[in-house]
């Protein structure tokens, strides 16, 4: 098993719609990033949270510490938004332990 | 431009060559880190350097990958008599060593080893 898992691996959404992906994690953790990859491998940090809930435009990120899970939501989806999302945890020496990512695709 | 970057983006070579890549991170970024990303997968962790030390190295790195940073500065990855295995994507990153730890990525080499 996997130390972090994300579902689904795949999304198909219609523009507008509100995308939930989600991470669960078995190790301890220091901190939980949401990532960002588009075609041609750049990633791009999205969000880096420890506790609660973070919000920036129309992402939202949340994380429950106790049960070792955090979500990451779209709200008015965008064919812009499409790309891989990969939640990331770091825990000793902040060396990031990656799920496998979620491949969202918003058509028009 | 002050990003992390990487050379080369894209790299073709034939089974049992040698191949070397660098990273150049963020300027002030005493941390710095490599991962690969095999297709469909996240990418894995390989080793990272504080300034010129190598503190940590990935079982995933075998004898054949040798990574160096001899300044502080730049890093080269190294891959000896490459195997068609080895063909995937390779992430640098870079951060502050500090609160808030966040990692600075580049944009990656894409190996392939035919």
């Known amino acids: 098993k996997n130390e972090v898992e994300q579902s689904p691996q795949n999304l198909t959404a219609q523009e507008g719609e509100f995308i939930t992906i989600n991470c669960s994690y078995s190790?301890?953790?220091?901190?939980l990033h949401w990532l960002q990859q588009h075609p041609g491998g750049g990633i791009v940090s999205l969000f880096m949270?420890?506790?609660g809930k973070k919000k920036h435009g129309r992402l939202i990120a949340t994380i429950n510490i106790q049960e070792k899970h955090s979500s990451l939501h779209i709200t008015a989806s965008h064919p812009r938004d499409s790309a891989v999302y990969i939640c990331?945890?770091?825990?000793?020496?902040?060396?990031?332990?990656f799920g496998t990512g979620t491949r969202l695709q918003v058509f028009p | 431009d002050t990003g992390v970057s990487q050379d080369p983006r894209h790299k073709i070579t034939k089974r049992g060559q040698n191949v070397t890549f660098r990273c150049d991170p963020i300027?002030?970024?005493?941390?710095l880190y490599w991962y690969r990303q095999t297709l469909g997968q996240g990418p894995e962790f390989l080793t990272y350097?504080?300034?010129?030390?190598?503190?940590?190295k990935s079982r995933l790195l075998s004898d054949r990958f040798s990574a160096e940073r001899p300044k502080g500065s730049f890093s080269t990855l190294e891959i000896q008599r490459t195997e068609q295995g080895d063909s995937a994507m390779y992430l640098c990153?870079?951060?502050?060593?500090?609160?808030?730890?966040?990692?600075?990525f580049g944009p990656g080499t894409r190996l392939t080893v035919t």
């Open positions: 990153a870079s951060s502050l060593g500090r609160a808030p730890y966040e990692q600075y």
């Open positions: 190790v301890g953790i220091s901190a």
């Open positions: 949270l420890s506790s």
């Open positions: 990331a945890v770091r825990g000793s020496a902040d060396k990031l332990i």
């Open positions: 300027s002030e970024h005493n941390r």
């Open positions: 350097f504080q300034n010129e030390a190598q503190l940590e």
